[in-house]
């Protein structure tokens, strides 16, 4: 019995002490987190970029808002919370059908690791094969910023685009892989596209496709010309972009206009890539895609594009080298209604019939991409014209070689501020105006589709003397415009949508704000001797409570031309008449003439005189504004 009791007492006795080197000896994840925390590594700049934090109103906040991004219950606004979840989550069993976390957030375990030091051989998981194995198929090599222009018909690429591409060690450019962010939306009117993605009513995902595939999507279908930025990114580098990819897959974040748009998250990327970066913290409270190529630039990213023109620049640049009448015979060659021999008896040198061949084959395809021929269509014609189009001789390498235009990133920043001086009836007046986005009719081109505005925010403020009063001038919500000019090849449609507040004459003879809503369509047409014109329909809305009725409903016509004098100037004469038949009766006419003067890449000197009539009242007014593009 003795023995029985001094063999439990010895029994007690070893647990007691073994518990007691259990206390003192606590598990390797909790080591790991004590020393996270110790290190303060939640407030590290490299976990904010991995969780995209970044600070708010209210605090810090992640810009990721699925919750499957998340490990914590409050990982999206506590990075302290997070880093001890993920740190936790390494230790799980591995689950069925399931990604480990070590697996799932390999950027994050890749960094940790390099932090704390963690011992792979104390994981369930050491590491992520499956991100391995990607790895050595894709070869990852380099990494180029990609801009597709702006394609103001097409409602999410009224900017342009960015994206990235990663070039491999064994294929070719065409076959490097694409990595894109964008909004999930089937929209295709643009101001509603617009308003959604003013109030984040989209998601937008990550995804990573052949780049010779978007390459098909925006040169074939989207017409816009391609400017590719090769970045000077290290392999190392290049991998750990990849590995933030990886652990974006499926992971959605609500896609906004102007901040958290395509070329904001794509940044969290290369600042994953190159951690010294920092360069989501050099962006402004909006961001527009052409800006971000900007910021590579001072960064030091990248010193030099490479431009792939689109389906569209090619037919266009062909057809200039040819008269009117052979871009006549090409189109009838490629909608089948000539035949190619027909050409082979044409008055015509050997060259021009070459060329008009080699018109008719890229108009053809275009025709093609854009299922306006069927397969069997698009083969006939295309088998035919080659067989005459080998008659013709070989072309030689530079034949069709399309100049480089000015590069996007050349053109003028993206903000205007104003500062003006003028007369309005007898009164004269100071006047401050800004414009956070993005380009209007009257700026110079260089860098910017010809005939394309696209106008945010734009704020005008006037101070008259002789009232001693400051008055909110106009504000226009949005104002864009797109003169598409048609040719024989291309017929768009021309469009406007002008939104906002603005002054307005009453019945009482005196000035009110009024709300207005003005879209209008028509048409293009490009004279190389005078210039860009255009006619359009037009309908508008006004709403204010000086009115009788609160409202007026109207329609009417615009005309205009904008012309081109030298590189550095252009002016835009104009008139628009509107008769408001429905609510407050009446009618207004505007004749306006502007005229813009390019001092330097980004200031400018414009004038701006005007006549108007609203109801019986008339108006003049002239003005002189220094523009200063940041």
């Given at each position: 019995?003795?023995?029985?009791?001094?063999?439990?007492?010895?029994?007690?006795?070893?647990?007691?002490?073994?518990?007691?080197?259990?206390?003192?000896?606590?598990?390797?994840?909790?080591?790991?987190?004590?020393?996270?925390?110790?290190?303060?590594?939640?407030?590290?700049?490299?976990?904010?970029?991995?969780?995209?934090?970044?600070?708010?109103?209210?605090?810090?906040?992640?810009?990721?808002?699925?919750?499957?991004?998340?490990?914590?219950?409050?990982?999206?606004?506590?990075?302290?919370?997070?880093?001890?979840?993920?740190?936790?989550?390494?230790?799980?069993?591995?689950?069925?059908?399931?990604?480990?976390?070590?697996?799932?957030?390999?950027?994050?375990?890749?960094?940790?690791?390099?932090?704390?030091?963690?011992?792979?051989?104390?994981?369930?998981?050491?590491?992520?094969?499956?991100?391995?194995?990607?790895?050595?198929?894709?070869?990852?090599?380099?990494?180029?910023?990609?801009?597709?222009?702006?394609?103001?018909?097409?409602?999410?690429?009224?900017?342009?685009?960015?994206?990235?591409?990663?070039?491999?060690?064994?294929?070719?450019?065409?076959?490097?892989?694409?990595?894109?962010?964008?909004?999930?939306?089937?929209?295709?009117?643009?101001?509603?596209?617009?308003?959604?993605?003013?109030?984040?009513?989209?998601?937008?995902?990550?995804?990573?496709?052949?780049?010779?595939?978007?390459?098909?999507?925006?040169?074939?279908?989207?017409?816009?010309?391609?400017?590719?930025?090769?970045?000077?990114?290290?392999?190392?580098?290049?991998?750990?972009?990849?590995?933030?990819?990886?652990?974006?897959?499926?992971?959605?974040?609500?896609?906004?206009?102007?901040?958290?748009?395509?070329?904001?998250?794509?940044?969290?990327?290369?600042?994953?890539?190159?951690?010294?970066?920092?360069?989501?913290?050099?962006?402004?409270?909006?961001?527009?895609?052409?800006?971000?190529?900007?910021?590579?630039?001072?960064n030091g990213l990248t010193n030099k594009a490479i431009y792939r023109p689109s389906k569209t620049t090619k037919v266009q640049y062909v057809a200039s080298l040819l008269s009117q009448k052979d871009r006549e015979s090409a189109r009838a060659m490629a909608n089948g209604e000539i035949q190619p021999k027909d050409i082979l008896v044409q008055a015509i040198s050997q060259d021009e019939k070459a060329t008009t061949c080699d018109l008719a084959i890229e108009y053809l395809q275009y025709l093609y991409t854009k299922k306006r021929i069927s397969k069997q269509q698009y083969l006939d014609r295309f088998l035919e014209l080659l067989k005459i189009r080998s008659t013709l001789g070989q072309s030689t390498e530079d034949r069709y070689a399309i100049p480089q235009p000015p590069r996007p990133d050349e053109g003028h920043e993206s903000n205007r501020l104003s500062l003006g001086t003028g007369i309005k009836k007898d009164r004269f007046f100071y006047e401050l105006r800004y414009r956070p986005a993005y380009h209007s009719l009257l700026d110079n081109d260089k860098g910017y589709p010809e005939?394309?505005?696209?106008?945010?925010?734009?704020?005008?403020?006037?101070?008259?003397?002789?009232?001693?009063?400051?008055?909110?001038?106009?504000?226009?919500?949005?104002?864009?415009?797109?003169?598409?000019?048609?040719?024989?090849?291309?017929?768009?449609?021309?469009?406007?949508?002008?939104?906002?507040?603005?002054?307005?004459?009453?019945?009482?003879?005196?000035?009110?704000?009024?709300?207005?809503?003005?879209?209008?369509?028509?048409?293009?047409?490009?004279?190389?001797?005078?210039?860009?014109?255009?006619?359009?329909?037009?309908?508008?809305?006004?709403?204010?409570?000086?009115?009788?009725?609160?409202?007026?409903?109207?329609?009417?016509?615009?005309?205009?031309?904008?012309?081109?004098?030298?590189?550095?100037?252009?002016?835009?004469?104009?008139?628009?008449?509107?008769?408001?038949?429905?609510?407050?009766?009446?009618?207004?006419?505007?004749?306006?003439?502007?005229?813009?003067?390019?001092?330097?890449?980004?200031?400018?000197?414009?004038?701006?005189?005007?006549?108007?009539?609203?109801?019986?009242?008339?108006?003049?007014?002239?003005?002189?504004?220094?523009?200063?593009?940041?």
């Amino acid at each position: 019995m003795f023995r029985i009791s001094l063999f439990i007492l010895c029994l007690i006795s070893f647990f007691i002490i073994f518990s007691k080197v259990i206390a003192g000896n606590p598990t390797y994840d909790l080591v790991l987190i004590e020393e996270a925390d110790r290190r303060a590594l939640y407030n590290d700049k490299y976990w904010h970029t991995l969780l995209h934090y970044k600070k708010g109103v209210f605090g810090l906040r992640s810009l990721i808002d699925d919750p499957n991004f998340f490990l914590a219950p409050g990982g999206k606004h506590n990075p302290k919370a997070e880093l001890e979840a993920t740190i936790k989550a390494f230790f799980q069993e591995p689950g069925e059908g399931t990604k480990h976390p070590v697996c799932r957030f390999v950027a994050r375990y890749t960094w940790l690791k390099e932090q704390l030091g963690i011992d792979p051989s104390q994981l369930p998981v050491p590491e992520c094969t499956h991100f391995e194995q990607l790895m050595v198929e894709i070869k990852p090599e380099a990494v180029s910023l990609i801009f597709p222009t702006s394609h103001i018909n097409s409602p999410a690429s009224m900017f342009g685009h960015t994206l990235l591409t990663i070039e491999t060690a064994t294929q070719s450019k065409l076959l490097s892989h694409a990595i894109n962010y964008s909004a999930i939306t089937t929209d295709t009117f643009g101001p509603l596209f617009a308003v959604k993605g003013l109030f984040g009513l989209y998601k937008g995902y990550f995804s990573i496709l052949p780049y010779y595939g978007k390459l098909q999507e925006y040169s074939d279908i989207d017409h816009r010309d391609i400017w590719e930025y090769p970045l000077n990114f290290t392999k190392e580098e290049t991998r750990r972009l990849l590995m933030h990819v990886y652990e974006l897959d499926s992971i959605y974040s609500d896609y906004y206009f102007f901040d958290e748009n395509c070329s904001y998250d794509l940044l969290f990327l290369l600042d994953a890539g190159r951690p010294s970066l920092n360069i989501t913290d050099q962006m402004d409270l909006w961001v527009i895609p052409i800006d971000t190529i900007r910021l590579a630039k001072k960064n030091g990213l990248t010193n030099k594009a490479i431009y792939r023109p689109s389906k569209t620049t090619k037919v266009q640049y062909v057809a200039s080298l040819l008269s009117q009448k052979d871009r006549e015979s090409a189109r009838a060659m490629a909608n089948g209604e000539i035949q190619p021999k027909d050409i082979l008896v044409q008055a015509i040198s050997q060259d021009e019939k070459a060329t008009t061949c080699d018109l008719a084959i890229e108009y053809l395809q275009y025709l093609y991409t854009k299922k306006r021929i069927s397969k069997q269509q698009y083969l006939d014609r295309f088998l035919e014209l080659l067989k005459i189009r080998s008659t013709l001789g070989q072309s030689t390498e530079d034949r069709y070689a399309i100049p480089q235009p000015p590069r996007p990133d050349e053109g003028h920043e993206s903000n205007r501020l104003s500062l003006g001086t003028g007369i309005k009836k007898d009164r004269f007046f100071y006047e401050l105006r800004y414009r956070p986005a993005y380009h209007s009719l009257l700026d110079n081109d260089k860098g910017y589709p010809e005939g394309s505005q696209i106008v945010f925010g734009d704020t005008t403020l006037r101070y008259y003397p002789s009232l001693n009063r400051l008055r909110l001038e106009s504000l226009d919500i949005i104002d864009i415009t797109s003169l598409t000019p048609r040719d024989l090849f291309f017929q768009p449609l021309s469009w406007k949508i002008k939104t906002g507040l603005t002054h307005r004459y009453m019945e009482d003879g005196r000035e009110h704000m009024v709300y207005q809503l003005n879209p209008g369509g028509g048409f293009a047409y490009k004279h190389n001797a005078t210039g860009l014109w255009y006619a359009m329909a037009e309908t508008a809305l006004n709403v204010s409570g000086a009115m009788k009725e609160t409202y007026a409903l109207g329609a009417g016509a615009s005309v205009g031309l904008i012309a081109k004098v030298t590189d550095l100037f252009k002016f835009h004469v104009c008139a628009r008449n509107i008769y408001y038949g429905i609510g407050d009766y009446h009618n207004y006419f505007e004749a306006m003439v502007q005229a813009n003067y390019t001092v330097s890449s980004n200031t400018g000197l414009a004038f701006q005189i005007s006549r108007t009539k609203t109801r019986s009242f008339y108006q003049t007014e002239g003005a002189l504004s220094w523009n200063i593009f940041f």
